[in-house]
């Protein structure tokens, strides 16, 4: 798939946007609606006499609840969530400022409420369900490989295959697209911080100081590398956030919080359901695929470190913990952009329409014009090395974990490296030859079979939570 794109990226980049454009209207109401139906499915299991239903896993170690939700968060996020934070308002904005049916005060409603429920509730659920599809199956059969056909227990060599490579592929296609948006993120930072033009070789230089960085807590393991890591980032995000309320817009952003949630509250079905606009097709849809992807990899992980939990635990905690830290960042971070929109000081919906910076330049310039702005952008560039570090040693450390025969045996050091330096290479290569797009495509493209996979898996846990009890 790589060679394909990078052979031509110009010419892929509209081919796969294409075919993206074809299949996201067609198969839009299974992703909206599947997706609802898998927070439902989740929520009535939670709740039910199965949720005290424990998860046992040998050779694992049992983690405290904070360790587990930091864990959990570092590993779902990254750094996309700060740089979508701060400009994906924009999106909807430019979108529905050009609808009739809007007014200046539903588009700009709208514009704050669209990051959260994309990062919200639903999206956790998407990555919940593997967890407990592949907690239960592992439970009860503890032999099995940590992959699709080691969980839903296929014998057939063909459709082993297939389903291996499914789960292989889109680990490292929505990997890729998270660090084809996370090194020029992180490049842009440091040119900002010190004051330097930026250019391949501080391009190449953070690449390979992140890959360091993550290859080598990948390599000494979740107790001692992505464990710390974890817990570390977390303090200091909550402690970047908390300085951005205080510094910043502090009423306005505290506010405009409040009337955000209290709209998406009113309107979170609508917007779960409704289809044939364009928001739901070319992002919402977008989205839904893109959390597909992540999912193997996000379930995979939180399976590895969830020994000792209940279903209960497992399922309440991804969803709303996750959905909670994904709020705090887009209310703050959107509603401090937004400020500087309305007052003038910055005119990003233009400046994004019209082309004029680039989206990662925006996120930088976003958080330089704050007092103290210099000293913010250390703080943030630290937060956006350790997301990323802790996002892909978790999926390095997930994919040497589905290389082993079976789910008992530890992962391979080696074999963490290897898949850390394979998830590199890629998306280096195509952030060089513009074809980030086409990743993009590509990865939508391939989260389709998803969709079916997921029921197999709701299946299974139909079938193991009931012999489990």
Aim: with cysteine.
């Amino acid at each position: 798939m790589s060679i394909f794109v990078l052979a031509n990226p110009e010419t892929t980049s509209k081919a796969l946007a294409n075919i993206y454009t074809i299949l996201s209207i067609k198969f839009e109401t299974i992703f909206l609606y599947g997706s609802f139906l898998i927070l439902f499915f989740l929520l009535i299991l939670a709740i039910s006499r199965y949720g005290s239903v424990k998860i046992s896993i040998k050779n694992k170690n049992n983690y405290s609840m904070i360790s587990w939700c930091s864990m959990l968060f570092a590993a779902g996020i990254g750094a996309t969530l700060l740089y979508w934070s701060t400009i994906e308002w924009i999106e909807y904005f430019n979108i529905l400022s050009n609808d009739p049916l809007y007014d200046k005060d539903k588009v700009m409603q709208y514009s704050r409420t669209y990051p959260i429920f994309h990062w919200g509730p639903t999206a956790w659920a998407i990555y919940c369900l593997p967890v407990v599809a592949f907690g239960l199956a592992i439970t009860k059969k503890p032999n099995s490989s940590l992959t699709f056909s080691g969980i839903l227990n296929i014998k057939n060599i063909f459709f082993k295959t297939i389903f291996d490579v499914i789960f292989i592929g889109s680990i490292i296609c929505a990997a890729g697209v998270g660090l084809g948006l996370s090194f020029p993120l992180i490049s842009s930072v440091i040119s900002k911080i010190f004051e330097i033009n930026r250019s391949i070789t501080l391009d190449m230089t953070t690449i390979i100081l992140c890959s360091s960085i993550f290859a080598t807590s990948a390599y000494i393991g979740i107790q001692n590398g992505i464990k710390r890591l974890s817990n570390i980032n977390i303090f200091i995000v909550l402690i970047f956030l908390f300085l951005v309320l205080i510094i910043g817009p502090t009423s306005y952003i505290l506010d405009n919080s409040i009337k955000t949630i209290v709209f998406y509250s009113f309107e979170y079905l609508n917007l779960s359901l409704s289809s044939g606009t364009k928001i739901s097709i070319d992002w919402t849809v977008f989205y839904w695929a893109w959390w597909f992807a992540l999912a193997p990899m996000v379930g995979t992980f939180l399976v590895n470190i969830s020994n000792g939990k209940t279903l209960r635990q497992i399922i309440l905690g991804t969803i709303f913990i996750g959905s909670a830290g994904c709020a705090l960042s887009m209310l703050i971070l959107s509603n401090l952009s937004i400020f500087q929109f309305e007052s003038g000081i910055l005119n990003a919906p233009t400046m994004i329409y019209e082309n004029v910076i680039t989206r990662d330049a925006l996120v930088v310039t976003t958080i330089g014009n704050l007092p103290y702005g210099e000293f913010l952008l250390v703080i943030f560039a630290l937060i956006l090395i350790i997301f990323l570090c802790t996002t892909y040693d978790s999926a390095s450390y997930v994919l040497a974990s589905a290389s082993m025969k079976k789910s008992s045996i530890k992962s391979s050091k080696s074999l963490r490296l290897l898949f850390a330096f394979i998830m590199v290479i890629q998306p280096t290569l195509l952030m060089y030859l513009n074809g980030v797009d086409s990743f993009k495509w590509i990865m939508v493209i391939c989260s389709i079979p998803l969709i079916f996979i997921f029921a197999l898996l709701i299946y299974s846990i139909i079938k193991n939570v009931h012999s489990i009890k």
